[in-house]
């Protein structure tokens, strides 16, 4: 390295498999003196399908290496982005009355840990008011009744005036409307306390009970029109028994919820989710 | 103790919860010289039963105080179980073409881990034949088809001239006739190789690989009329990844499939498992 | 239960076992008509003592019936304890400049979950004060050095003054005084951040990535004499990979150790931690 | 595909990580028409070093490239291997009194799940004769007293007359000397049923138990001259808890054991584990 400048970028490439991507690709870095600081691959034996991640840094910006890429990507078919790292994407935290993800995210933030800044915080509820104002933090009390559309409409205002890339359901209590979701799609993460495809839908920790599982879960995954359907990011498990109330449940999945909410946010945020149709590949 | 013989027993207790019965059963036990040696309980607030298992030794055989518990029990409107412990109950395993789950199972028994006698296979299959008869063990073949019945009946005539008590569907891929899961009631335990209720039925690796879930998991329970819906005793889990196609999860599965089951037989065995409506407790 | 106020009272039992001991405790609480809600007991083969917990309700406080349990322990030579559910007893935490744990037992006890009541935070930084007194919390700045003995001696003062029993170290990176530690025998918790016994002292992840380790943990102890050889109350651990340098295992690490010391605290409120010469009894 | 046969092969590379490499690399093989179906790569930012693992296939076999990547290894300093895949490595197995690795390891192999020939048996006892030669197996007894020497000279002939590549010690109790340990350096893995570092040497589990551990483990790792402390291949870990005397312990081990030993042995064989000091890089 010289005097000059060294940027830090990350780049992701989804293709059909077949000979000399990767050749394509790290000679194309190389050439340029950018030098890989991580690189993962997978070549999916069921569909064909290739999927890389490769962060690298070096005298040239994402920006400044775009045009060419795109020159070398097209033959190939890729579906590229190309990004630089060092400027954390911003987040919009939508929570209902339930606060430990949002307070476990709030100490990740503040503390450097997630990955993304957030950058203001939407709720159908006031409970979390003072806690996020004293974080220095907006915080927008959503309409949600009679008129949801109105609320929905207040969501992604704040995600367009705040320049947000992610809306992160932080145990938010409400359905969004198909409207909302399709001008979501790949932008929006919810995390569902159960350990899907178990316990879709409404009390999960109940009906874990009511079934008498031995073990429970939380699913973080991306907002799709199914309900709780979406492609998955990550899950968590915690060996329960015959001792554990429903309310027990409840209290032994919050610490599984926190933790696999925040790594989706910061895995998403990191690039490290890739969409591989309704399943996801994530380099972690 | 003297030269008394020593007897080891084992009590469990199911009854509706009230004032009393700890002392009852525990006053019982000490007024005639029985020592505790393990003592579980369960005060289940939601429907207000109780469950206990209690081991204890002393001079006096469970057969010796069976008369005098009855009349302890009947008040409390107890449903409960007295058993010798040291004879170990005896089991059949069914068994189809996967043998993992059984060759798990012979060396448990054979170093005296299972805490159950194996004293007959049947299968629909001649894979496992030269392996079980090695270890001097009867293999009966099973027809399934186009007679299912004449099958069925086999194994009941196994159970029966046997003398065992349970029948251990190890990965045994024929679906029971309600007839027989009605004989079979509380008697028979099936692994399933997925984390119920997600995958029921068929191919569940298969199935969790279409979903992309990150953790996959074997269940072992009860058999029901309802397939893969009865009361769970035992689940275990393993992290995977979008790397692992399904041939993958079925390997990664196997270890899974054989320590659950294991450890249900051997529960089972030992009076652990105790039923709860749709739910188990299990004193471990 | 007819007009009269209802108690929620715990007991801790540990004896020399012997027959008769349940009977005698069972039979104490049934005849003064106090129902048993949760009840475990341990008979340990190794060297013949006998743990309970038992947690009951009814007419009568734990003051109202602690001289007749007196009379009722003696004979047995049980060490005992008897307290009063629902009030939580007082702790203080210390901290030093990481303040992940101290975050996460704020947000457990301002809603509820923590099951002890945080009196103050006492730390040799400035760091976490305002986010302490925004809490309503008071915080108390040690000094440590030259004097080191002034901060202990402070540290012992408001323990005092706000009837505090127990002392939680959250990640206070100072080792405490042998006379401190005298003062505070089975009142102080510390959280190491490894899988003890791996890694005792300083930098415990990096010595965890030098050994090349595929997964770890973090221990939260009771603090004693010897320096992370206390008797562990709770352990947690987690996969990893040798793509986790040393600053990915502190992360990896940090929700461990909040689960981990958030639990331990709980269970030595709820009473369910019983000494076992250097090893514990959790009667979870 | 033509007419032509096609071939799988797998690379491992180490070397000083610089710009170039894996364009190099990739380039090799699109310009011989070998296809990539797995590829691991490690960039070490502690050392700088960088590791990789290229699993591929096409009309050229290992050994007719391996001339020419000699060449393109040189400039980069490449510590590198080649081998087909397809013909799974041969490896002894020694045992002592206790045989759960070695029937799960059978077990494996015979059902083609070890990625490994088992080719010969080694013992200091008779206990597993029968078992190994009814799977077809050579079963050599060691001498091990007095003359040690002797029984270690035919170890080292049985791997080398059946061309062996790997000793496996599934639970074989005795200490190697250091001239054998010299001889098969990274040619030895051995299960230890502890979760190390904690508690080497012997009866880990007992250790354990007097320590009061929460959790147990086990661990496979390359033999060196310090007992127990080469490299960590794999390691699992299990939740026990107060009521685990040594002997629970012992068996809740075992399975742990299996698991560990069955995948390092997998994933040395198809050349997943890579050296990186007193550590390894593990490709999964």
Redesign the interface.
Known sequence: MNTQTRHSSVLTVRCP????I??AV??F???R??????????????DGAF?MRVAFAGPLSADAIRADFAALGEPFAMDWTLQTLGVKPKIVVAVSRH??CL??LL?RWK?G?LGAEIAAVVSNHEDWRATCE?HGLPYHRLEVAPDKAAGEARILEVLSSTGSELLVLARYMQVLSPELVAQLTNRCINIHHS?????KGARPYHQAH??????I?ATAHYVTQDLDEG???????E?V???D??EALV?IG??LE??VLARAVRWHAERRVLL?G?????F?
């Open positions: 498999d077949r000979i000399g990767v050749s790290a000679t870095l190389s050439q003196g950018l030098s890989i600081e991580e690189s993962d691959q997978f070549h999916d034996r069921g999927y606060g430990h307070s476990d100490h503390t840990w004293w350990f899907l495809p178990s316990f009511a079934r008498g599982v031995k073990i879960g492609p998955i990011i990550e899950q968590a498990v060996r028994s015959h001792r109330h429903p209290e919050r610490d926190c933790t591989a309704q399943r996801t590949v994530v972690r």
